[in-house]
């Protein structure tokens, strides 16, 4: 597991600003890919480039203190002496991609060197010093930390959304940090005014 600065080409201080940036992907029920089935994307970057984002509606096996023990932030007696709070800070599957890696998304309340803006009030940032902060209680009002991300190569997510893979709407902030990640999928589906079983084979986007 690692956490290190954003530097491939999807780096978003200098990326072209695609439609996509800000929004939900939400999976058509024809989704074919199992990686993401059901799932909730936000989209953080896209460009010519390709895309980047996150799934925010999916489970990670292992806990926030595992993380921190396995970091070498905290030894086992301090892990058990950790407020609940952060005990409890959720851990998400972000995407296939990369999942040794460590991200967090938060609200801009919090800023290092190193926290990058994707929107007007959510930052991403993705090396050890949120981690360390939200440890010691001086982290973001509201957070949550993915494991691996979800990334589309030049096309390839204009290619799925025209093929009636997704659906795209604006993100919602509360959906993004929403804990409870039974029924995310719905909840981002009312978005936009639609029940699952309205579903069909219609075009993908609002």
Same mark, same amino acid.
């Given at each position: 597991?690692s956490?290190?600065?954003?530097?491939?080409?999807?780096?978003?201080?200098?990326?072209?600003?695609?439609?996509?940036?800000?929004?939900?992907?939400?999976?058509?029920?024809g989704?074919?890919?199992?990686?993401?089935?059901?799932s909730?994307? @936000?989209?953080?970057?896209?460009?010519? &480039?390709? &895309?980047?984002?996150?799934?925010?509606?999916? =489970?990670?096996?292992? =806990?926030?203190?595992?993380? !921190?023990?396995?970091?070498?932030? $905290?030894?086992?007696?301090?892990?058990? #002496?950790?407020?609940?709070?952060?005990?409890?800070?959720?851990? !998400?599957? %972000?995407?296939?991609?990369?999942?040794?890696? /460590?991200?967090?998304?938060?609200?801009?309340? @919090?800023?290092?060197?190193?926290?990058?803006?994707?929107?007007?009030?959510?930052?991403?940032?993705?090396?050890?010093?949120i981690?360390?902060?939200?440890?010691?209680?001086?982290?973001?009002?509201?957070?949550? #930390?993915?494991?691996? +991300?979800? %990334?589309? /190569?030049?096309?390839? !997510?204009? =290619?799925?959304?025209g093929a009636?893979?997704?659906?795209?709407?604006p993100? =919602?902030?509360?959906?993004?940090?929403?804990?409870?990640?039974? %029924?995310? +999928?719905?909840?981002?589906? &009312? !978005?936009? /005014? $639609?029940?699952?079983? #309205?579903l069909?084979?219609?075009?993908?986007?609002?």
């Amino acid at each position: 597991m690692s956490f290190s600065t954003l530097t491939d080409k999807r780096d978003l201080n200098t990326r072209e600003r695609g439609f996509l940036d800000g929004q939900f992907l939400i999976a058509m029920p024809g989704m074919q890919d199992g990686n993401f089935a059901r799932s909730v994307v @936000y989209i953080c970057a896209h460009s010519p &480039a390709g &895309a980047m984002g996150f799934v925010i509606n999916r =489970s990670q096996s292992i =806990s926030f203190t595992e993380i !921190l023990l396995h970091l070498k932030l $905290v030894d086992q007696p301090e892990a058990i #002496m950790l407020p609940g709070a952060t005990r409890d800070f959720p851990i !998400l599957n %972000g995407g296939p991609v990369e999942t040794g890696r /460590g991200f967090v998304l938060h609200s801009d309340d @919090y800023a290092s060197e190193s926290s990058i803006p994707v929107s007007d009030d959510i930052s991403l940032t993705a090396t050890l010093d949120i981690v360390r902060a939200i440890c010691d209680g001086r982290g973001p009002r509201r957070a949550t #930390m993915l494991l691996g +991300y979800a %990334g589309w /190569g030049p096309g390839q !997510l204009e =290619s799925e959304i025209g093929a009636n893979g997704w659906l795209n709407c604006p993100a =919602s902030e509360e959906l993004i940090f929403d804990r409870a990640l039974d %029924g995310k +999928y719905e909840r981002a589906l &009312a !978005l936009l /005014g $639609v029940r699952p079983e #309205m579903l069909s084979t219609e075009a993908g986007h609002a």
